[in-house]
């Protein structure tokens, strides 16, 4: 249940009630299943999971400090029988019903593992790679998640799985990797189907965190191995494909289970981190030879697969008469000029990559009301606010100057106040109680 | 999910999370009763004081060779996997004899397998530039060894603090044929004073 959602829901049925909309018993029985729902669910698995994550490090303390006095094998029968009174408490639990209960000492019963793992590696010296006996752990903790539906064993084994790939990366970058790590990529999908299958959201924004992670530092690992931009370029275009199918589900199958706005969100984020990127690349660099790279663009097999499928999409879409052609077009428009953008052609236009980035923070704000997503809509405004002021270093000192600037951007404020409710009012599938937002913008 | 389907999983997941921890203790004795014993010089112990527990970082005399005193198949660049082929010494410890890019068929002797961290033609002795780091004598390979460290009860991490500079300690390994390594104890001028019991 979404924070603040029962007290709203108080305020619009008294209202609904005095404008005949409903009956006064109707409300109150409303109400009152709301109120039964709410029921201390999600705030009390909250405090059971912060407890258990207590319990956690009491065991891998305690067993650290009092440990001298006992014989080896003692120890790891401690730490088994601990294990095992883990998963006898959650058959209890989960018997009588409690299943928050049940999911919690799972999670308790994987964290033991790992820290019998750890002690056993300690006391008899087997000093193998340490991200190996990082794997052995989310390896379990995930056999665990699945077999016993536990949606806290599945957080602690996507957490552990990407500690395990950053593990794996040579920590000073001295030698970096010329090869992309796709091993963590077969940890992710099994990791997303059991996200999928328990319907568990906390997993599924990890796991998209973990998939930004993963995606940029491959990226990055390109691009350093190929000298070149075209990786970095297709990565642009990706988060706007991913953008693109969640935009198509969010109205049509559903295949995300109510996670598409989330992933659009991700997407949005991850643009504007790239689009950042993609202009310091061009505010810094005198010498441009990486960047006529990238007239070669268009030739790129992979880019322009990653075009043709949000132009698939596109496609499908109008195909359909879905109501997201027109976000889903934009995300392809986007996609494709950004290429442009890097070709010595548009190096000639001045403040191109800024007309880019204002155009898509104000495609971002208008997004995020039309899909009803207020992180995208906000995201938008922090866009636009960024380019301000990538605006405001590139014209101090030069020609236009900073009062250039703060005519520009009064005016495009003023007629942005005048004209954007206007046009707002004329934007069909506007969510209704949006009004506020424009004067939070100015 | 049902009550029976339940139980089950969870007696599974628990007998499956117990027979992994099982396997490595399995292994290890399984690799300490079939490997041959050799005793390596360390320097000398740092201890160190973490939240795990107290270990002494071992400072292994193979893990740092001077190129003029041990033969090579070819030359090593850094982050490759060298095999150290060991011989015995005439004192009290085994000597890094030759370094190998493979364990080789013919040769009959206990190998240890390391990483090399640094090859002679990066090797700084002082002045990178001066003639110095040209000399074979001067150059040297520094070899890491999955095994660096001893994890020890704190009674016993607080009486190697106080051995003497001028006494030798000894780390004896389980060497495995794949060059594998295990520490089976700890010696101080040829005088075993820690053994490792199998369990």
Redesign the interface.
């Known amino acids: 249940m979404q924070f603040g959602y029962v007290s709203r829901l108080e305020k619009d049925a008294g209202r609904w009630v005095e404008q005949g909309l409903l009956t006064a018993d109707a409300a109150d029985a409303i109400l009152r299943d709301v109120h039964s729902r709410r029921g201390g669910y999600s705030f009390s698995t909250v405090i059971i999971i912060l407890g258990v994550i207590c319990l956690c490090f009491a065991a891998m303390?305690f067993v650290?400090a009092n440990?001298?006095e006992m014989a080896?094998?003692l120890r790891?029968g401690l730490?088994?029988a601990a294990?095992?009174a883990s998963?006898?408490g959650?058959?209890l639990a989960?018997?009588r019903g409690r299943t928050a209960i049940?999911d919690a000492l799972?999670l308790l019963?994987?964290g033991i593992?790992g820290a019998?793992?750890?002690?056993?590696?300690?006391?008899?010296?087997?000093?193998?790679?340490a991200e190996d006996a990082v794997l052995?752990w989310a390896a379990?903790t995930f056999?665990?998640a699945a077999?016993?539906?536990s949606r806290g064993a599945l957080w602690l084994a996507i957490i552990l799985f990407a500690i395990w790939f950053l593990m794996r990366l040579d920590p000073d970058f001295e030698?970096a990797p010329d090869a992309v790590d796709f091993w963590y990529l077969a940890t992710w999908l099994p990791c997303a189907a059991l996200a999928w299958w328990l319907h568990s959201r906390g997993a599924a924004h990890l796991l998209a965190i973990g998939l930004i992670g993963w995606i940029v530092i491959s990226a990055v690992i390109l691009t350093d191995r190929d000298n070149t931009i075209t990786w970095f370029a297709c990565l642009h275009a990706a988060f706007f494909l991913v953008a693109a199918i969640a935009l198509l589900s969010i109205k049509g199958g559903n295949w995300l289970r109510g996670f598409e706005s989330a992933v659009i969100g991700y997407s949005v984020l991850s643009i504007i981190g790239t689009t950042g990127v993609w202009t310091a690349i061009q505010v810094f660099n005198d010498d441009d030879a990486e960047i006529r790279l990238a007239v070669q663009l268009m030739n790129f097999i992979p880019y322009v697969a990653i075009l043709a499928a949000i132009a698939a999409i596109a496609g499908w879409a109008r195909q359909m008469r879905s109501t997201q052609f027109y976000d889903i077009a934009f995300c392809l428009v986007f996609a494709a000029a950004g290429a442009l953008l890097l070709t010595q052609q548009a190096q000639q236009i001045p403040f191109d990559t800024e007309f880019y980035a204002l155009a898509l923070s104000i495609w971002f704000i208008r997004m995020g009301w039309r899909q009803d997503i207020a992180t995208v809509t906000r995201l938008g405004y922090f866009a636009f606010a960024l380019t301000m002021l990538l605006i405001y270093f590139r014209t101090a000192g030069t020609l236009l100057g900073t009062t250039g600037f703060y005519l520009t951007a009064g005016l495009l404020l003023v007629l942005g106040a005048i004209f954007f409710p206007r046009l707002l009012r004329l934007m069909p599938g506007r969510p209704p109680g949006s009004d506020e937002e424009p004067e939070a913008a100015s | 999910m049902n009550r029976r389907g339940f139980i089950l999983g969870a007696a599974g997941v628990a007998i499956l999370q117990s027979g992994a921890v099982g396997a490595m203790i399995a292994n290890r004795a399984r690799n300490i009763a079939n490997g041959r014993e050799v005793i390596v010089e360390s320097g000398f112990v740092d201890p160190r004081d973490l939240f795990r527990g107290h270990y002494v970082t071992l400072n292994l005399v193979v893990g740092e060779l001077n190129a003029g005193n041990v033969e090579i198949d070819r030359e090593f660049a850094s982050d490759e996997t060298v095999y150290a082929e060991l011989q015995e010494g005439e004192e009290l410890f085994w000597t890094a004899k030759k370094l190998w890019h493979d364990i080789p068929e013919a040769v009959d002797a206990p190998f240890l397998r390391g990483e090399i961290t640094l090859a002679p033609a990066v090797t700084a002795s002082g002045n990178a530039e001066g003639e110095d780091a040209l000399d074979p004598a001067s150059q040297r390979y520094r070899i890491a060894f999955p095994f660096d460290r001893y994890f020890a009860p704190k009674l016993r991490a607080q009486e190697l603090e106080k051995f003497r500079q001028d006494q030798r300690l000894g780390v004896v390994l389980s060497v495995g044929e794949d060059g594998s390594g295990i520490i089976k104890g700890i010696t101080v001028d040829g005088e075993i004073i820690y053994d490792e019991p199998l369990f």
């Open positions: 303390t650290a440990w001298d080896r094998l790891v730490l088994i294990m095992w998963y006898v959650s058959v989960h018997s049940a799972v019963g994987s593992f019998a793992i750890m002690l056993v590696g300690q006391m008899y010296h087997l000093q193998g790679k052995l379990g056999v665990a077999v016993l539906r030698s």
